[in-house]
């Protein structure tokens, strides 16, 4: 399903249903990050019939789109010599230009996440100062990062115990033998 030409008329009525989402998601495991904790992944994304890419993904990309791209166009936005044309496009090009990063996510498993961000991606043209502009990006900003910490919450840190830190003196010794 495309949503390139999506049309919205309202850039509050986007930002109500992005608050919707974050209200669905704000306490309770949402459906999605269950069906991805199981293993579930609609759209068959992981390598070799696993899961585990997933996650990784995930992790990194929620991370990277709410807390460090969507954040930075924030503080963007306060600056004077910055006009909004220049931060819708800087913003559109970033998250829904060549690479759409929602619809990659929902690839993973965040099943709302491409229909949100291309609604947020065409709810940007209709905003008509840098205040509207803060408010509707630091809704979409909020629903990445509560997705991101659900992904932290159920991401299998305990496997990190396989990769300890190599032991320098162990490894020049193994190189000296050789």
Do not use: C
């Not at 495991?29 to 293993?39: A, D, M, N, V």
């Not at 019939?49 to 995930?58: G, K, M, R, Y």
């Not at 166009?73 to 496009?89: A, D, R």
């Amino acid at each position: 399903m495309s949503h390139d030409k999506v049309t919205v008329e309202d850039w509050r009525a986007v930002k109500k249903d992005i608050a919707r989402e974050i209200e669905r998601v704000w306490l309770n495991e949402p459906l999605e990050i269950t069906k991805i904790r199981h293993g579930i992944i609609d759209s068959g994304a992981g390598s070799g019939q696993q899961s585990f890419s997933v996650l990784v993904h995930l992790e990194a990309y929620l991370m990277l789109v709410g807390a460090d791209v969507m954040y930075r166009f924030l503080k963007v936005s306060q600056y004077e010599n910055i006009q909004l044309p220049e931060l819708v496009k800087m913003t559109k090009e970033f998250l829904v230009g060549t690479f759409n990063a929602f619809e990659f996510l929902t690839d993973l498993g965040i099943t709302h996440m491409h229909e949100m961000g291309d609604r947020y991606a065409a709810a940007l043209d209709l905003v008509q100062t840098k205040e509207e502009y803060v408010e509707l990006t630091g809704t979409m900003m909020t629903y990445v990062i509560r997705m991101h910490r659900w992904v932290h919450y159920i991401f299998p840190w305990n496997l990190g115990v396989a990769f300890p830190h190599a032991d320098v003196a162990k490894l020049k010794s193994l190189v000296a033998s050789l």
